[in-house]
């Protein structure tokens, strides 16, 4: 791979150990797929996670070393760790998290400052961050999923699926040229019609699984799509990412890079073309839900990704002066800095009101309970009957949660459901 | 176990080394976030390898999905003395790979031919860089 003079001495341990062994990673990651040359980065997402660092030649030590010695952040960058501090203590308590656990969370807040990281806290770091400068196609390294495939399609910027990498490549504000940056991998593969009506963003959720479960990791292209808000288009590229391992989508007329259908193939032909109607939403709603109509609740989980405050207001609305069923749990997850807005509007005094929990972690993040690490540890530990309105939600439910039955229905039901204890 | 007639593929060395050992083979897509047990290094996604054990074995499957938190899910299974002995995809799935490069574990993807279609559960497979050797059970 061809490296600049800096890249070779970051390379060479100039700007220290950390910012060396975030480039033997790098070089090792664009070797492992012909990458040519580094890039420029210019916004990172990313997360640190320094209690699941491991003992190799990249470790805690090398972090906390260049943390103290002064080591910062090349490019303007986002953080996610977990969102535990600055929500109430009620969420606190219902997340579950053990004292340990809690610390090492502290101590990464407090690393990911020294690094000159912003937290954001949330799975959707572009419902608070809108990157005002961002051009058409600017490469940045994002962590996510979800958030990976919103940024791809629905923003126009480049960036592949990343981990670990997001941070490294912020520190060195470079990485290696594969993949999603380069314009011969952004070419639409397959047509999906939707000739079904999307009621709401659980419609999307469904429709984004179902395509993702199709084209595995490569490139779909959408028709049909009417006037999507931005809910919609979380719920359809998170779950994309689901289903399958979707980076990028084109949705004709939404996409940037997709004004038409031409533009989208780049003029090459799709693979296929599929139709999307009401039946494949269907089969996908009961392959990933076993629950009917009339049977019993326990846990709803309703902001996966987390909620915009315009579909807080809606909870809220539908929480107004009610309780929940005793022995019910609603999680309504959101952003640390939609929280706040939910507060000042009055919204989470509704929601606490009725008994649910405002809260930014989620099982699938969760280093309490429910979460992975306890749940597969503890698997006689059950959420109950899970029901949600994100395909997302509810395919991790029984491995984060271990939940039993799963329901899987639009807001309003999942609201009906905590209050009655019910689905239906 | 040795005594058939060994079948050799070849691909692209996304982490460079060498490993031998049993093979499981998933003919799908595998998230190291609940469909594999961390602490255990079982299987948990349903399908016909359920509950077996990926720990010292060479770990077959399609390429990654779902959470990029799944860097770190290799990088936990070698602390629990459970990571495979090496990885062979189809295609590397970038998450995947960074997993394999911080925990150290030689990986093999975009082969000749269909590893999928040639290696079995209880297969006996050699990596070296990005040449693999199979004998069958």
Known sequence: MYLTKEDERMLSGEYGGL????????????????????????????????????????????????A??????????????????????????????????????????????????????????FLVDPMKRFPLGMHISSIESGAITYYNTVWGLRTNREGLSAFLSAITGRYPEFGYHLDENRVGKHLFDVEVELKDHTDYSLLGFYI?????????????????????????????????????????????EAHTLDMAFNKEKPKEK???????????????????????????????????IHEIAKIAKLLDGKKIKAGVKLHVQTAPAIAYLAKINGYADIIENAGATLMSI??????????????????????????????????????????????????????????????? | MRSKKPTTLKGKACVV??????????????????????EKGLITKPGPEYGKSIAGKVFVYYSGKGSSGDTFRYWRLQANGVQPAAIINVKADSIHVQGA??????????LNRNPLEIIKTGDYVKVEGGDVTVWPK
């Open chain 1, 19 to 66: 910012v060396q062994e975030a480039m033997r990673f790098l070089v090792k990651l664009g070797d492992a797929y012909d990458a040519e040359k580094m890039i420029d980065i210019k916004y990172s997402y990313a997360y640190l996670f320094s209690r699941e660092w491991g003992k190799g030649a990249l470790n805690v030590e090398l972090l906390e070393e260049a």
């Open chain 1, 68 to 125: 103290k010695s002064g080591v910062k952040v090349k490019v303007p960058t986002v953080n996610w760790n977990y969102g535990l501090e600055v929500i109430s203590s009620r969420a606190q308590k219902e997340a579950q998290v053990p004292p340990d656990l809690f610390k090492s969370v502290k101590k990464d807040a407090e690393l990911c400052r020294k690094f000159g990281m912003i937290a954001v806290d949330t799975c959707a770091p």
């Open chain 1, 212 to 256: 993702g479960k199709i084209v595995g990791d490569e490139v779909p292209v959408i028709t049909g799509i009417k006037n999507p808000g931005i809910e919609d288009l979380k719920a359809i590229t998170c779950s994309m990412a689901v289903g399958g391992s979707v980076t990028l989508a084109h949705i004709v007329g939404i996409t940037p």
């Open chain 1, 274 to 308: 599929i139709s999307v109607t009401s039946k494949e939403l269907e089969s996908t709603r009961e392959e990933l839900a076993d629950g009917k109509e009339g049977e019993k609740v326990d846990f709803v989980e309703l902001g996966c990704p987390h909620n915009t």
């Open chain 1, 362 to 424: 989620c099982p699938v993040l969760n280093p309490g309970i429910p979460g992975p690490r306890y749940c597969q540890s503890h698997l006689e530990y059950t959420v109950g009957n899970l029901a949600s309105n994100s395909t997302k939600a509810v395919f991790y439910g029984p491995s984060n949660a271990n939940c039993k039955k799963r329901f899987l229905g639009n807001t309003e039901k999942c609201v009906r459901a905590a209050l009655t204890g019910k689905w239906g």
């Open chain 2, 17 to 38: 080394g060498t490993a031998e050992g049993e093979a499981v083979v998933i003919n799908d897509r595998v998230s190291l976030l609940g469909e594999i047990n961390l």
């Open chain 2, 101 to 110: 490069i911080v925990a150290d574990i030689p990986m093999v993807a975009n």
